[in-house]
């Protein structure tokens, strides 16, 4: 099957390149497609040098918009799985093939990477304090209890990359995505999968912007 790897990134010149070739190298046969969010340094460049194909915001707009790009783009070139990684060598490459294969078996619809499924080294904050709030949060407004509210590693079958409408350009993206796996009765399943902290990502601050994005969207829709 056609499997097309979409991986949004702001200012990852120092990482791009590793996370494509590593993909590449375990899957020469997946198109990796990279958009590049109207980053500063020479994340274009790199993601060039590396073999993938590159899709550039002028300014930068947020993950969900990046995300929506690189879906779009890849549901024109025929992909059959969709899968969305992260540029800054947060995930496993390997752990990929897992994803996929439930996809491709008919298993699920679609399928959502969860770090508490498996003994990741979380800081301590995110794991006790931060992480179980984003969770009762994104319950409120999904109607689906996950262990992993928002995790960027996952995979889509072409049918439901095409139900499913990202129309925030922030982080809010993650809670809507899940709000329409349960609108539109797609067949999900989690999986343990590996995250290394290089930074520590998400704060409070950014969790309350996810929080006024998701009202605004209800009220405003």
């Known amino acids: 099957m056609k499997v097309f790897v979409v991986i949004p990134a702001y200012n990852e010149e120092?990482?791009?390149?590793?996370?494509?070739?590593?993909?590449?190298?375990?899957?020469?046969?997946?198109?990796?497609?990279?958009v590049d969010d109207g980053s500063e340094d020479k994340t274009a460049a790199a993601t060039h040098s590396a073999g993938a194909k590159v899709l550039q915001h002028v300014i930068n707009r947020g993950q969900g918009a990046a995300l929506k790009t690189g879906t779009e783009k890849a549901l024109l070139e025929g992909a059959e799985i969709m899968v969305h990684f992260d540029a800054d060598s947060q995930f496993e490459p390997r752990e990929i093939r897992e994803i996929t294969e439930l996809i491709e078996s008919g298993r699920a619809d679609v399928v959502l990477g969860s770090r508490f499924l498996k003994n990741n080294k979380i800081p301590w904050s995110k794991k006790h304090l931060l992480l179980p709030l984003a969770r009762l949060v994104n319950f409120f407004f999904t109607g689906l209890w996950l262990s992993d509210a928002h995790n960027g590693f996952r995979a889509f079958s072409r049918c439901a990359a095409e139900l499913?409408?990202?129309?925030?350009?922030?982080?809010?993206?993650?809670?809507?995505?899940?709000?329409?796996?349960r609108k539109n009765n797609l067949i999900f399943q989690e999986i343990p999968v590996t995250v290394y902290y290089h930074k520590y990502g998400q704060g409070i601050c950014g969790g309350l912007k996810i929080i006024r994005d998701l009202l605004f969207q209800n009220f405003f829709k």
């Open 14 to 34: 120092k990482n791009i390149s590793p996370v494509v070739r590593d993909i590449f190298s375990l899957y020469p046969d997946f198109q990796v497609l990279v």
């Open 164 to 181: 499913i409408e990202i129309k925030q350009d922030k982080m809010a993206h993650n809670s809507e995505i899940v709000r329409q796996i």
